[in-house]
């Protein structure tokens, strides 16, 4: 069984940084897509990047092109988000999310129920 656990949220001015954290465990996830989402008050969940394990491939949200990085550490098991450049307009619940690809035509979805597994959320907050 997949188990997400995210890390990293807080308090934090316009124009700071932080970097989510999201530790994997419970199965190999060479052949996983892993995803942060996030939902703002209000608002619908929508991805805000996604990345293949198995070579680095991602892909972003426009809103957060140019200001966030998805990677992953395969020796830790552990998808990060560095987000630079904050906006109150990024104060949402962030939440880590995986996608077993196997059998799937394309590793990239933006559709969460395509996603099997979901970590609890963190919060990040942007104070203008």
């Known amino acids: 069984q997949v188990q997400l656990v995210e890390s990293g949220g807080g308090l934090v001015q316009a124009g700071g940084s932080l970097r989510l954290s999201c530790a994997a465990s419970?199965?190999?996830?060479?052949?996983?897509?892993m995803a942060w989402f996030r939902q703002a008050p209000g608002k619908e969940r929508e991805l805000v990047a996604a990345?293949?394990?198995?070579?680095?491939?991602?892909s972003y949200a426009d809103s957060v092109k140019g200001r966030f990085t998805i990677s992953r550490d395969n020796a830790n098991n552990t998808v990060y988000l560095q987000m630079n450049s904050l906006e109150p307009e990024d104060t949402a619940v962030y939440y880590c999310?995986?996608?077993?690809?196997?059998?799937?035509?394309?590793?990239?979805?933006?559709?969460?129920?395509?996603?099997?597994?979901w970590g609890q959320g963190t919060q990040v907050t942007v104070s203008s």
């Open positions: 419970g199965r190999s996830f060479s052949r996983y897509a």
């Open positions: 990345i293949r394990w198995s070579d680095g491939s991602a």
């Open positions: 999310a995986a996608r077993d690809t196997f059998y799937r035509r394309t590793w990239y979805t933006a559709a969460e129920y395509d996603y099997n597994a």
